[in-house]
């Protein structure tokens, strides 16, 4: 009766396949990403900023070509300063302003996640702590902390002083990087070793968009970040020095933007990668020194059909 049982638990092939694509990025779906791409053009062409810009029209018109990809690359990029000092002129009104995400973890099981910002929902395993530690974070008894870089560090620097206790950190951290945390701040060697003092954990990069969404992230192989082709379109333009990045994010609605020159330099390979994935990464993503950057507003296109008129008009040609 009290004899010991054990269960041998045998996984085919196939299921441990399933079971380690599970936990990387999802297959992307190429119709639904030109589907998600259309939207965000519709939305950016009814901004203000596309208005003002000339712009509004030629979207319109390149929305009735077969190939949007194409025409996506047809169009001005927009530098991230300018982006920004007139952030609300991209707003579109038909999407809601902000929207909670879901955190997800990389890695299965899914652990008790605390966050050091607000922006994602409160569930059974993540909880937001915008403010950092404090005894409502130590009775959650998180597994692992997310958070942007900065706030990492901060709650590095508690732990290190003896003002902050963990005790049940086991899983690798998650540093947010990327566009909201002012777009040129990335995890540095030094930010690495800082925060695998303090929490004794590795940590993973993950670049984010305005809206909070996983534009890339890294991976176990720490070679790179992989691109997320469902949230985004990432494209590279060569400025005479460096490789921009450029960005349009498929999953910002509420500040649609095609085409953010994101002042990042980077490259894009499609190497397969140590961690089994075989989608593109980033490699080599490095601020483009302040000196060599220049804001130059984006370009008035002149549209090629029934928008002419109107740009020409725009032009003060018309
Ligand atoms: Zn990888």
Known sequence: VFGLRIVLRVESDRQHQQRNRAVHLP???PAQRTKDLKKVMLAAAQTPAAHAGGVSATIQQMLLEPDLHQQLGLLPSTPVEWYLERRQQY???????HRRRYLDYHLDPMPRVAVLMDGYENTDHVQCYPEGWCQDMEHFRPETVAGPIAALKRLAVMILAGGAKLRHLKRPLIAFSGLPFGNRLLLTEEDRTILWQAFGTPVFERYLGFGNETLAKECEAHDGLHLNLRNGIFQTAFDGRHQELILT????????VLRLATGLAAQITFEPCRCGQSGPRLMKLERIPREDYCVVPPPVVIPALAGRAAAMAYAGRG
């Not at 707003?91 to 302003?97: E, G, L, T």
């Not at 994010?249 to 649609?256: E, F, K």
């Open 27 to 29: 297959p992307m779906d």
């Open 91 to 97: 707003r579109y009104p038909k999407s809601a302003r």
């Open 249 to 256: 994010s498929l999953d910002h609605l509420s500040h649609p």
